[in-house]
């Protein structure tokens, strides 16, 4: 049952089509095969008593010195012989008498009966004074109605199983046109799916019937879906555009006030100054929130600076120098190119560098002191062009599997090591600026057992064809410095 369930609705309405005329036709053809085999029977019998009958008339007996004398019609004997057809004749003083082939008939009984392999009729001859003086067997072979009855079995056989057939083909056509409708809704389904546009056509069919109502109630659906994502992308875009702007306002002052604590801690001593630095930690942190906020927006508006080739080995460079006041006591061991030979990355400086710096301060900040974070970079030749790789591994415990799938989310935090902990966005961060520069970024596992980062992006090099006539277009220029707290 299980493994009919599994097929398709049409082959499962063919099948039960050819059932149940299999079923009928069966029972059709033993009824009809019982009767066929009675009535040949019957006929044979009746064809052997009628020849038994007219042989009794065609062979007189004659008294005689030394017996019954039959005189028979020769033509009527042998007439009656044919078809293989056996004729014996038993005196009652024990004479045989054989016409045809020698086959034992057993002793004259009254009636018909089957004796090795013939059916045989008994008659009685008599003389001209009504004295029995010999008896007459007639016997044909029952192969005949043997090979009769099989034919006819096989022909009913034929019938079912050829009807069988007829119908599970005619079932299957009828129920793939049945299902012809679904199938073009399911197109039509796998069609949004693909596209995932909601605003197509459902097929109908011309018939009011429940495939109809169901392409209805589908298209009705899809209609309504499609009015509650407008409805959601407008209330997103609106957020994104809230969040936009009111991070841009913030930073004006924010960064005023930051100058004033700035000011403010240099003039004063002891708890006061205590005071001011506390404050002034918290705009830094709000103030690189508010950075954080603002390039996550700019990214999900698809806004982004101005795009110029960067030195990505000199980007990652001043984010690990960026990055020395939070290293306490890690080993921070930097594998770049020397000199001129780092990767070439067409993409927008700042947001680059606040990617490489994410990543630094995240294994630092969620590995215990003393342990070492390796940031490296290299360039690997992929069949789309050439990869710059940047790696940033660490020796710590790792990422804990129930945050592994979720780790690039926004306000995602794992544990840190030190003292409170970030906003969980770097990482979104991170991945937000790899793909809108064509790159992705994935978690993996160091040597160590700790956490790797692995950061792709599509480098400048180009095919010789292409450098020689658009390599030179845009100046190299050295990445831009990182705001404070960006």
């Known amino acids: 049952?299980?493994?009919?369930?599994?097929?398709?609705?049409?082959?499962?309405?063919a099948l039960i089509s050819a059932s149940l005329t299999f079923a009928i036709l069966l029972l059709f053809a033993v009824v009809i095969g019982v009767f066929a085999g009675r009535q040949v029977r019957s006929e044979f019998d009746d064809e052997l008593r009628v020849t038994a009958a007219d042989l009794q008339q065609k062979l007189p007996v004659q008294p005689s010195m030394t017996g019954p004398v039959i005189q028979g019609d020769?033509?009527?004997i042998e007439a009656a012989s044919a078809g293989a057809a056996a004729i014996q004749i038993v005196t009652l003083d024990g004479h045989n008498y054989h016409v045809g082939p020698d086959v034992d008939l057993g002793p004259p009984r009254p009636g018909s009966h089957a004796v090795h392999g013939y059916r045989v009729v008994s008659r009685d001859l008599s003389d001209p004074s009504g004295q029995v003086v010999a008896r007459l067997q007639y016997a044909k072979p029952l192969s005949r109605v043997s090979h009769t009855i099989a034919r006819i079995d096989l022909f009913l056989a034929l019938g079912v199983f050829g009807g069988t057939a007829l119908a599970f083909l005619a079932g299957l056509a009828l129920a793939r046109r049945a299902m012809a409708p679904i199938a073009g809704l399911t197109r039509a389904a796998r069609h949004i799916a693909r596209t995932r546009d909601p605003a197509v056509d459902l097929p109908k069919p011309q018939a009011e019937d429940e495939v109809a109502d169901l392409a209805r109630t589908l298209e009705d659906?899809?209609?309504?879906?499609?009015?509650?994502?407008?409805?959601?992308?407008?209330?997103?875009?609106r957020q994104r555009e809230f969040v936009a702007d009111a991070s841009h306002e913030l930073r004006t002052p924010l960064t005023s006030i930051l100058a004033n604590l700035e000011l403010l801690e240099a003039e004063l001593a002891g708890e006061e100054r205590e005071m001011a630095d506390s404050a002034l930690r918290s705009s830094r942190r709000m103030r690189r929130l508010v950075a954080d906020l603002l390039l996550l927006a700019r990214a999900d508006a698809g806004r982004e600076g101005l795009r110029e080739d960067v030195d990505l080995s000199a980007v990652v460079s001043e984010a690990a120098a960026e990055a020395a006041p939070v290293v306490a006591g890690h080993d921070l061991r930097l594998d770049l190119p020397n000199g001129?030979?780092?990767p070439i990355v067409v993409g927008v400086s700042d947001d680059l560098h606040r990617l490489a710096l994410n990543l630094v301060e995240n294994a630092?900040?969620?590995?215990?002191?003393g342990t070492e974070?390796?940031?490296?970079?290299?360039?690997?030749?992929?069949?789309?062009?050439?990869?710059?790789?940047?790696?940033?591994?660490?020796?710590?415990?790792?990422?804990?599997?129930?945050l592994r799938e979720r780790i690039f989310e926004r306000f995602v935090r794992g544990v840190s090591e030190g003292a409170g902990g970030g906003s969980g966005l770097g990482l979104a961060i991170v991945r937000a600026v790899a793909e809108r520069?064509?790159?992705?970024?994935?978690?993996?596992e160091s040597e160590s057992g700790g956490a790797r980062f692995v950061v792709r992006l599509p480098t400048a090099r180009r095919p010789?064809?292409?450098?020689?006539?658009?390599g030179a277009a845009r100046p190299l220029r050295p990445p831009a410095a990182p705001s404070a707290g960006a």
């Open 1 to 13: 049952m299980r493994a009919l369930r599994r097929l398709p609705v049409r082959i499962r309405l």
């Open 74 to 76: 020769l033509e009527a």
């Open 221 to 237: 659906m899809l209609q309504a879906l499609d009015a509650a994502r407008a409805e959601t992308e407008g209330a997103l875009a």
């Open 340 to 342: 001129n030979g780092g």
């Open 364 to 369: 630092l900040a969620h590995t215990p002191p």
């Open 373 to 402: 974070v390796r940031v490296s970079l290299t360039t690997e030749d992929r069949p789309g062009g050439e990869m710059a790789v940047l790696e940033v591994s660490d020796a710590g415990h790792g990422i804990p599997p129930q």
């Open 437 to 444: 520069h064509g790159g992705s970024v994935e978690l993996t």
């Open 464 to 470: 010789a064809a292409e450098r020689a006539t658009a």
